[in-house]
């Protein structure tokens, strides 16, 4: 069996503020292989955005890792000191963002940047370093690498600075890469060279790649396993194509239906009534279950877990037997919402 | 789908617009450096008939936004006209007569965060269009109407004490529908309406949409630059890149049988959902500078099919059939195509 | 189909208990130094507004001046008296009493001629952010020569033509009024700038593009639509300058061009009391000075905190 590059077992996090705490994310656990690309995928506030930050470590004060444990390759990451926690950032797990424009320092021409970030991993140093520098651009696809080596970010369009963004990340050869929304500001056509290549990247070099968007069809090209997260739960995981012809979660079902296919044709779209709720007043047991079209008993009182289901995990009462009314604690007992 | 006897409610006529990004003038004297432009749009004409909704779809750089501005009037274009029911937008008129045509014009934008002034409750934001043009006298009657309308984009007419941040950003796109209506236009340009929304919340903001227009006959010109939110919401589809049309047909044609080799590339982009495993052929190159077209047909760098004539001379709109049919199904610039190569 | 709406609606009884209940106010109940340096403007402000009900006398009444009571030391030193808490000057004036209504003075000075630079600057900072081109240069250019010239320059200027255009008809209100438009006039600047950035900003909004489209007046628009949303840094700026204002009258009356003796202002006590300080008589320079003093660092220390305090939220 091998040893997943990342493991997140019950993670949560928290923002106090003034007039109620904020509970990010909740219970959230799942794992990465080497080599595996792992989509979270989630609307606005749904926590994958901070899932990412708080495993890279990069959570503001006053919000705090409230609970759980971050493994890196078996070793604990979330309690580490900051000296050291900057020593695994950029070298052991490389980040890529959303916006290109902004990841790269205008100032700087893009071959100090690269090799910049590479002298700080590695021992590379002269000439064997603006070596490597270049092969990691022609690597991500950067044409005449030699004298893009020394343009500015504004001389590239935005897909080719996306790709230095890669190539940056890839740079200390990671053994995870966490993508925050990396084609989320990209032209269409774009998106499907960058996902591309961001597949292509993660079998060579044998990183995990953990893929946070909120777009499924980004997913379903390039990742193997999605986790869909809501409310700051995981609600459902499992392989990427079981996930999305056949969900199981009705939060899933709706996201799924929701969004416009090219085959429909005029015909009106699925929609979920109402709005993820506020993550100071999450509802209680389920927290879907204000809106679910097929909520009964248990639902407004149990908080379901992920348990598996088919080749994937749900967290719902329609797929494993609900707790009596009568017997179980509710779940607020166990650090559920406020 | 519609009457050939009955004129379009929109034609646009060889619209164009160019703009100056050249250098300050103190640069351009002590540098010796030329005047520079950006055609944003060339040539554009087409028709909107009553109650149809168009589609124009198009990367960045395709000038789909412009073209949306110069039809509402909040930019002037460079070459060409806009008429609405035949009447040009902007020859010089007398004010009442800009005024109606006004009155019969409405836009919704892009970002809801910045489409309502965070200043104003949501009453005076939709009241403001009722106030301008004088619809409703009293304040009574304007409350009555903005309550009327709150109510019509699914919000309670009690939400428009509130301020726009006090909502979603769903809600807050209902309230620019609300202000958007609240003139009874004839005619709206959608403007990416749900490009910056949730997936959920778009599906909702776009089934509202479908079922104002059934109910007020409403006439859409919709940008995107999505062609599956299109799918969903054209009758008839715009293909713009580098700002021109290269392709407009009727939407069962376009996905069908897509002609221009652009459209297909548009189209392969489009992620597989149902998870069939088509390949996707991702296609080399990205949109270029507009500043610095290329020569011929501007998609000439990208496209498999270029020969010697697309890289030298620039394709004219031309009616183009789809293989087997027997009427033209819609228009194409593309030289391949017209020389029957693809 | 009605989403599900979290914030119960707000009336407008609800708007009074929100504000009570915002971050700002926490923020600034949290600050001691913001606390402390309002209740110092207040009661500053207070006193000098009241001055004419607390005042134990009237400096100006000349029918009260009595002259064997000049050149007396404050009240608990050796000479004193408790009639005159602070002393007098040397024409018999109790210096309380003048720091009273010498702050009415400045404090008036200084509000409206802040009020007449403020309006200037967001009428002008909005025409040229708005309009752009010709306009926008010309106004920049205008304010950036006036910029090259110290404020105080700039007054002085002001207030000399006044006096030379009105040469036999000075009298007091007059002055007055030249004065608050001399300190006006050299403050407008900062305001156009700061107003002008943010009009930039806001008119490419679409908020602003959907009134153009029904076709409102562009007047209505930035006065309606623009400004209740780039009035935000004018209030900061405003408090800061109206410390800066005072200051500046306070040096044109001691230069001898501000207000005249018969209508003192801080600094017109100040330099009075000038004379008398090698002399001993220290009181009738160092109390208006404290008190001037004191009332610049506390509006400055207010605009400083508020500056702060509303940075993130202009974003």
């Known amino acids: 069996m091998t040893q997943p590059v990342l493991s997140v077992r019950n993670l949560r996090v928290e923002f106090p503020t003034r007039r109620a705490r904020l509970v990010a994310i909740d219970d959230v656990s799942f794992d990465i292989l080497p080599g595996e690309v792992l989509g979270m995928v989630g609307e606005s506030g749904a926590g994958k955005s901070v899932t990412g930050t708080a495993i890279i470590g990069l959570i503001e004060p006053p919000g705090r890792i409230a609970g759980g444990e971050i493994f890196l390759s078996g070793k604990r990451i979330d309690k580490l000191p900051p000296a050291a926690m900057r020593r695994i950032r950029g070298k052991r797990i490389g980040m890529v963002f959303q916006d290109p424009l902004t990841s790269l320092d205008p100032l700087y021409r893009i071959g100090e940047q690269l090799t910049e970030t590479i002298a700080t991993h590695t021992d590379l140093r002269g000439a064997a370093l603006r070596e490597r520098a270049i092969a990691l651009l022609s690597e991500v696809g950067i044409p005449a690498p030699e004298h893009r080596f020394d343009n500015y970010p504004h001389q590239f369009s935005g897909g080719m600075r996306q790709r230095v963004v890669l190539a940056l990340a890839l740079a200390a050869d990671p053994e995870l890469v966490i993508a925050d929304e990396p084609t989320t500001a990209l032209d269409v056509s774009v998106q499907a060279q960058i996902i591309e290549l961001m597949k292509r990247l993660a079998r060579r070099h044998r990183a995990a790649i953990l893929l946070i968007t909120h777009d499924m069809g980004v997913i379903a090209e390039a990742a193997d396993r999605v986790a869909v997260m809501y409310a700051g739960r995981i609600v459902e995981i499992g392989p990427v194509r079981d996930v999305v012809s056949a969900p199981l979660h009705p939060y899933t079902r709706g996201l799924m239906g929701s969004i416009p296919k090219l085959d429909g044709a005029l015909d009106r779209l699925v929609q979920i009534p109402g709005s993820m709720p506020r993550l100071t007043a999450i509802p209680s047991g389920c927290p879907f279950h204000p809106r679910c079209p097929r909520v009964f008993a248990p639902c407004p009182i149990h908080r379901p877990e992920l348990r598996p289901q088919a080749k994937a995990q749900v967290a719902c009462w329609l797929y494993h037997p609900a707790p009596s009314a009568q017997s179980e604690k509710p779940a607020t007992l166990r650090g559920g919402s406020p | ?342 | 189909m009605v989403e599900q709406l979290q914030v119960p609606p707000l009336r407008n009884e609800g708007r009074l208990a929100a504000a009570l209940d915002s971050d700002l106010l926490h923020a600034f109940l949290r600050s001691r130094i913001a606390v402390a340096a309002t209740l110092i403007t207040v009661t500053l402000v207070l006193a000098a507004v009241f001055a004419p009900w607390i005042a134990p006398h009237d400096p100006f009444d000349l029918r009260q001046l009595n002259l064997l009571d000049s050149h007396l030391p404050p009240a608990w030193l050796a000479d004193g008296d408790p009639r005159y808490l602070l002393g007098t000057d040397d024409q018999g004036r109790d210096v309380l009493s003048t720091i009273l209504y010498g702050s009415r003075i400045s404090l008036g000075v200084g509000i409206l001629a802040v009020g007449l630079a403020a309006a200037l600057g967001i009428v002008l900072g909005l025409i040229a952010g708005y309009a752009g081109g010709f306009l926008d240069a010309l106004i920049m250019r205008i304010a950036d020569v006036q910029l090259t010239f110290p404020a105080i320059l700039i007054a002085l200027l002001i207030d000399g033509t006044g006096r030379a255009l009105f040469g036999e008809h000075r009298n007091e209100t007059l002055e007055f009024w030249v004065l608050v438009l001399s300190i006006g006039l050299s403050f407008w600047v900062q305001y156009a700038r700061t107003v002008r950035g943010s009009t930039m900003v806001e008119k490419s909004k679409d908020y602003v593009l959907a009134a153009r489209l029904i076709g409102i007046h562009p007047a209505k628009i930035l006065f309606r639509h623009v400004l209740p949303n780039v009035i935000g840094p004018v209030l900061v700026i405003a408090t800061i300058n109206l410390a800066l204002a005072i200051i500046t009258e306070a040096t044109l009356s001691f230069l001898g061009v501000g207000l005249p003796p018969t209508q003192p202002s801080l600094g017109t006590l100040i330099r009075i009391g000038n004379n008398f300080l090698f002399a001993g008589e220290w009181w009738i320079a160092i109390f208006p000075g404290i008190t001037l003093a004191l009332l610049v660092v506390a509006i400055n220390l207010l605009g400083d905190w508020l500056r702060d305090a509303l940075n993130p939220r202009l974003q």
Not at chain 2, 100 to 110: S, T
Not at chain 2, 133 to 149: D, H, K, T, Y
Request: hydrophobic share 45%; aromatic share 6%; proline share 8%.
């Open chain 2, 1 to 342: 789908m519609t009457a050939a006897s009955a004129p379009p409610l929109v034609r646009a006529e060889n619209l164009g617009r160019i703009f100056d990004v050249s250098s300050p003038w103190l640069t351009r004297m002590l540098e010796n450096l030329p005047r520079q432009f950006v055609v944003a749009v060339a040539d554009m004409s087409f028709e909107i008939a009553r109650n149809e909704t168009l589609a124009l779809v198009g990367e960045s750089g395709s000038g789909k936004s412009t073209v949306a501005k110069m039809v509402v009037g909040l930019v002037p274009p460079t070459t060409g006209e806009v008429f609405i029911d035949a009447m040009p937008m902007h020859g010089r008129r007398r004010a009442a007569e800009r005024r109606r045509l006004r009155r019969r014009i409405q836009m919704v934008f892009q970002d809801p965060y910045a489409s309502l002034n965070p200043r104003w409750r949501a009453f005076d934001i939709v009241a403001e269009p009722i106030r301008a043009f004088q619809l409703a006298a009293s304040r009574p009657e304007i409350a009555a109407r903005v309550g009327e309308l709150l109510r019509l984009v699914g919000l309670d007419s009690a939400d428009g004490g509130k301020y726009p941040h006090q909502f979603s950003g769903g809600q807050r796109q209902r309230i620019a529908i609300a202000r958007a209506l609240a003139s009874e236009p004839a005619f709206v340009v959608c403007d990416e309406p749900t490009s910056a929304l949730d997936v959920s919340v778009q599906a909702q903001i776009l089934n509202l949409m479908r079922d104002l227009q059934d109910r007020f006959g409403l006439t859409f010109l919709f940008i995107s630059h999505n062609l599956a939110v299109v799918r969903h919401m054209a009758h008839r589809i715009g293909v713009m890149y580098l700002g021109r049309l290269v392709e407009i047909a009727a939407a069962d044609a376009l996905f069908r049988a897509p002609r221009h080799p652009y459209t297909r590339m548009l189209l392969d982009a489009v992620p597989d959902l149902d998870m069939s495993g088509r390949q996707r052929k991702p296609v080399e190159g990205e949109v270029p500078n507009p500043v610095d077209p290329p020569k011929g047909c501007s998609f000439h760098p990208r496209c498999p099919f270029a020969n010697a004539r697309c890289r030298s001379e620039l394709p004219p709109l031309l009616a183009a059939r789809a293989a087997g049919a027997v009427a033209p199904t819609g228009l194409v610039a593309c030289h391949a195509v017209e020389e029957g190569r693809i």
